[in-house]
C-alpha cells in the first residue's frame, strides 16, 4: 500500500477510535469495557502516529465530533455557511492537534496532549480530552489523564525487557469513584417539548405553544409535583414585555414552582435566561457563559460588529450576569444553567449539590448533538458530585449522575 494513502488511513482510523464512544451511546450499544478499550487505543495510536497522520487526525476528528455545529447557520438566513463552518471545525481541531506534528517523541506528545486538555480553542470546551473515558473503567480527573498518557508513552524509552512495565501506572488511572451526589428531596417533573426551530419562532405558532405549556402545568399540578422544569427559550418571546403571561404564570406558581426558559430585554439588553416562578412572584437568572459565535463573538472588538452584522443578523448580541445564579426552591438549593453553560466548570463554582439545566438542542437536529451533551453533562456531574435535572426541547431531558 502506498506510504501517503497509510497513513491518512491510519489518520482517519485514530479519530474513529477517539470518537467512537459517542457514536455508540447515541445508538445504545455504550459499554465500559468497549468504551475502556476504544479509549485506550485511540490515545495509544495518538502518541505513536507518522507525522501527517497527525493532521488527518485532528481534521477527521473535529468532523466527527462537531460536524453539527453549521446546522444552526440556517436558522440565521445564511445555510450557505453549514458546509464552511463544517469543514472550518476540521481545520480548527488540526490546528488543535497541529503541535503533535512537530515530534515523533511519544514522552513529548503525551506531555503536549496534557497540555491541549487545558486549551479551549475559541472559547469552545466541547473537546475534552478525558471525555472518551466517561462511562469506562478509567477516571475524568486530569491525574488518571495524566497516568493513561504516561503508561502508554513510556514504554518507548524502556528496555525491550521492560517495555511493557509501565503500563502498571493504568492501576493509578482506574475509576476510583466520584464525590457522592444526591437525588433532591423533591418530586420534579421535566419536560421535554418537540418543537422544530423553523417553527419556534413563527407567531402562529406562539399561541398553541403557551397552551401546550399551560396544560403541562396543570398536569404537573394534578400529579402532585413540587416542581415543573420547561426547555430553554421555551416561551419564545421577551416575557418581562409580556405582563398577561407572567400574571398566569404567577396564578399556577401558588400550587407548583415553575422553571422555564425564555428572553429578557433591559436596558435595550438582550438576555437568555430562566423564569423562576414561586408563590405568586418570580426570579429572574440571567446566563453566565454564551455559545460562542451562537450568542457572541470570540473575536477582538473590531470584528464583533462586522461579523455579528455581516453573518447573523444582529443575533449574536446576548450579554451575561457577572456570577452564576441560585433558585432557593422550597428550601432546596439549585444552581441555574442554560444549555452550554451547564458544561462549564464555572457554573459548579462554589455550594452546588444540584442543578437545574435547560436547553434548546433543535438548533442540531438531527445530530449526535444531544448525544455529546449527555456524556459532557455527565462528565460535569461526576467530577463535581452533582445531579443534574436537564430539561431539553428536541432530546436531552433527564436526570444526569
Not at 487505543?41 to 473535529?62: D, E, H, N, Q, R
Not at 430562566?274 to 440571567?286: D, E, L, R
Request: include cysteine; glycine fraction near 6%.
Amino acid at each position: 500500500m502506498n506510504k501517503l494513502i497509510k497513513e491518512i488511513l491510519l489518520g482517519i482510523f485514530t479519530a474513529f477510535l477517539l470518537g467512537a464512544f459517542i457514536y455508540l451511546e447515541h445508538f445504545g450499544l455504550s459499554y465500559k469495557i468497549i468504551n475502556t478499550a476504544l479509549g485506550l487505543a485511540a490515545f495509544a495510536m495518538l502518541l505513536y502516529l507518522p507525522k501527517k497522520s497527525i493532521l488527518v487526525f485532528g481534521f477527521f476528528t473535529g468532523l466527527l465530533w462537531f460536524y453539527w455545529i453549521g446546522y444552526s447557520f440556517k436558522y440565521q438566513g445564511i445555510s450557505y455557511m453549514e458546509p464552511i463552518i463544517t469543514v472550518a471545525f476540521g481545520f480548527i481541531y488540526l490546528l488543535f492537534f497541529l503541535p503533535l506534528y512537530f515530534t515523533n517523541n511519544a514522552l513529548i506528545r503525551a506531555f503536549l496532549l496534557f497540555g491541549l486538555s487545558f486549551f479551549e480553542p475559541l472559547d469552545w470546551n466541547w473537546m475534552q480530552l478525558e471525555l472518551p473515558f466517561v462511562n469506562s473503567y478509567i477516571g475524568i480527573y486530569k491525574y488518571q489523564f495524566a497516568a493513561v498518557l504516561l503508561a502508554l508513552s513510556l514504554p518507548s524509552l524502556m528496555p525491550k525487557k521492560y517495555k511493557y512495565l509501565p503500563l502498571v501506572l493504568l492501576i493509578a488511572a482506574l475509576n476510583y469513584g466520584y464525590p457522592p451526589q444526591y437525588d433532591a428531596p423533591l418530586k420534579i417533573k421535566l419536560i421535554q417539548t418537540e418543537i422544530k426551530q423553523e417553527d419556534k419562532w413563527q407567531r402562529e405558532n406562539l399561541y398553541p405553544t403557551v397552551y401546550a405549556m399551560f396544560q403541562e402545568i396543570q398536569k404537573a399540578i394534578k400529579e402532585g409535583y413540587d416542581v415543573i422544569i420547561l426547555p430553554e427559550s421555551v416561551f419564545p418571546l421577551f416575557m418581562n414585555k409580556t405582563p398577561k403571561l407572567i400574571e398566569n404564570l404567577e396564578k399556577f406558581s401558588q400550587k407548583i414552582t415553575i422553571v422555564a426558559g425564555s428572553l429578557l430585554k433591559e436596558n435595550r439588553k438582550n438576555y437568555n435566561v430562566t423564569y423562576m416562578f414561586q408563590n405568586g412572584s418570580y426570579k429572574i437568572a440571567k446566563k453566565l457563559v454564551l455559545v460562542p459565535f451562537g450568542e457572541y463573538i470570540p473575536l477582538p472588538k473590531f470584528a464583533q460588529k462586522f461579523i455579528n452584522d455581516t453573518f447573523f443578523n444582529g443575533a449574536s448580541d446576548f450579554v451575561t450576569a457577572t456570577k452564576p445564579t441560585d433558585f432557593l426552591i422550597k428550601g432546596v438549593k439549585f444552581r441555574n444553567a442554560i444549555c452550554y453553560e451547564a458544561t462549564c466548570q464555572e457554573i459548579y463554582e462554589g455550594d452546588v449539590k444540584y442543578l437545574i439545566a435547560i436547553s434548546n438542542n433543535a438548533w442540531f437536529a438531527p445530530s449526535i448533538e444531544p448525544t455529546l451533551q449527555k456524556l459532557l453533562l455527565e462528565y460535569c456531574a461526576r467530577k463535581n458530585g452533582v445531579t443534574i435535572y436537564h430539561s431539553a426541547n428536541y432530546k436531552g431531558t433527564g436526570v444526569i449522575k
